[in-house]
Every structure is written in structure tokens, then in C-alpha cells.
């Protein structure tokens, strides 16, 4: 199974103003977080992309597309009918073939640079399946994510088979239902933002759609009952722009891990002692 292709949706209400956001990046560039997603892409080897936008938001995308622009192409979703539908309007641009997808809401850092989705790609391609990148991430935060239980695959670190999808569910639910051999207590796995897709999840999405489903989680229970499904666990992180100050993590987190470290970690340490100082002073 080789994957070439690449679904970015960033189509919500909520969400289609955060790529165009500027942060500084690993290399202390200032670069759109589009044009960061499409390099995270490219080093995966994608060939073609598409983003999913808000009608009218084309030519805003394409403005700060960066160098990765020739291989974008931009698909509107008309209306606003939740994930479920904006993935599957790029359908004929999947055109059959398995996919990476990553939403447009979420930033990746590696720990080494080589990205995320390049890790996510090898592993779904030399297990020729869909697999879904998850984070093992504390009970508390369930309610922001979808959720994922399962045996871990023997012999592969990290790797598990997919029994069970739930979208954002209570603790309760998760664990009754998502219960994941070796986790540490209170601990569940949950969607990373960025999976890799056979044909067959585009199908169960249009059956979804057709039904009037909004959640891209009820097409990828279905897929755990119909062919095989895993989850690789990612030891990089994930940030969530659109959470309270997410813009804010995100960047610090690009900048840490980048070359300028050792400068920001002067100015947070010297930005610390300013406080107690500041907080004095109020009164």
C-alpha cells in the first residue's frame, strides 16, 4: 500500500481562521500554521493535497500556502455539515485510494524533526491497514477527544488492534468500553489529530453523511468491525489551537524544540523572576 495523498480539513466555523495564523518555526522562519501543516505533509512524501475550506477562503489559503502551494489544491465545502461531511467532500480527490489525514486545528512536533505524519505513514504502509495515531492522555480530557480500546499487537511497540471508537466519551463509558491492556490507570488512548485511511472509510463516511451524521468517530467504529484497524501511539506531542491558549503552546513548543532553545529558555527563566516581583507591587 503506498500513500501519496493527503485530506487537511479546516473547513469549521471554529477552526478555518487558525491556519492562517503566524507562528515562528523550528528554524525561527515566521510561517503560516498552513504552511507548516503542508511541510509536515510533504515530509511524509505526499504528492497531492487538499484542503477542505469554508467557501470564499481559497485565496486567503493559497496566499499563505508557502513553497508546498504548487501541490495544493483547495475543495469548498458548501455548507456547514459538521467533519463527517467535510472529509468526505474530498472524495473524488481520494479517487479510491488510501489517504493521510491530518486536521487543520492541531499542530505536530517531533521530538527528532523527522514528523509525526512521516512515523504514521511508514507504519500504516508496511501494515497495509488504516491506522489511526493516538496519545495516551489522562481521563479529565476525554471529553475533547475521540477515543480509541484495544489488544496491543505482540511483537510491535506502540501498536495496537482497534476494538472499540467512541466520540469524546465519559470516563465512565471509556472505561467500560475502552480498556487497553498495560495503560497507566486513568489513562486513555485518544485520537492524535492524524490518521492514514483505506478506501473503505470514505464509503462508511458517505453512508454516515446520507444518514445525517456529523462524527467522522461513528464511520471509524464501523471500520473496527469490517477490516483491520490500528493505532499507533505517538510519544510526540499534539497541540490543539483552538483550546485556551493552544496558539500560545503550539508556539512555545515549536520554539523549544528548534534552534533558537536556548534563547527562549533564557527569556522564560527571566520572564519568571520578573513575577513575583510584579505581583508585589499591586498592592
Do not use: N
Amino acid at each position: 500500500m503506498r500513500v501519496k495523498k493527503c485530506v487537511l480539513t479546516a473547513a469549521a466555523p471554529s477552526q478555518r481562521r487558525l491556519p492562517l495564523q503566524v507562528l515562528v518555526d523550528r528554524d525561527g522562519e515566521e510561517r503560516s500554521v498552513l504552511a507548516i501543516l503542508l511541510e509536515e505533509a510533504a515530509r511524509a512524501g505526499m504528492e497531492e493535497i487538499a484542503v477542505v475550506v469554508h467557501p470564499g477562503d481559497e485565496e486567503e489559503y493559497a496566499a499563505v500556502a508557502g513553497e508546498h502551494a504548487a501541490r495544493v489544491r483547495f475543495l469548498p465545502q458548501p455548507e456547514p455539515r459538521g467533519y463527517a461531511h467535510a472529509l468526505w467532500c474530498a472524495r473524488e480527490f481520494a479517487s479510491g485510494e488510501p489517504f493521510l489525514h491530518m486536521v487543520g486545528d492541531h499542530l505536530y512536533v517531533s521530538r527528532d524533526g523527522a514528523g509525526c505524519a512521516a512515523r504514521l505513514v511508514a507504519v500504516a504502509q508496511q501494515e497495509k491497514c488504516s491506522v489511526s495515531a493516538v496519545q495516551a492522555t489522562r481521563e479529565g480530557q476525554l471529553t475533547q477527544f475521540g477515543a480509541v480500546g484495544g489488544q496491543r499487537v505482540h511483537g510491535r511497540e506502540g501498536l495496537y488492534r482497534i476494538d472499540a471508537v467512541l466520540e469524546k466519551p465519559t470516563p465512565t463509558e471509556a472505561e467500560q468500553k475502552l480498556f487497553v491492556p498495560g495503560l497507566r490507570a486513568g489513562h486513555y488512548l485518544c485520537f492524535f489529530g492524524m490518521h492514514v485511511f483505506t478506501p473503505l472509510v470514505m464509503e462508511l463516511l458517505g453512508e454516515a453523511v446520507s444518514a445525517g451524521g456529523r462524527s467522522v468517530t461513528d464511520a471509524l467504529a464501523l471500520l473496527a468491525q469490517k477490516e483491520r484497524y490500528l493505532a499507533l501511539e505517538m510519544t510526540d506531542r499534539r497541540y490543539d489551537l483552538g483550546a485556551r491558549y493552544g496558539l500560545l503552546h503550539a508556539q512555545l513548543a515549536l520554539a523549544l524544540a528548534g534552534t533558537d532553545r536556548a534563547e527562549i529558555l533564557a527569556g522564560l527563566v527571566e520572564l519568571l523572576a520578573l513575577q513575583p516581583a510584579q505581583a508585589g507591587g499591586r498592592g
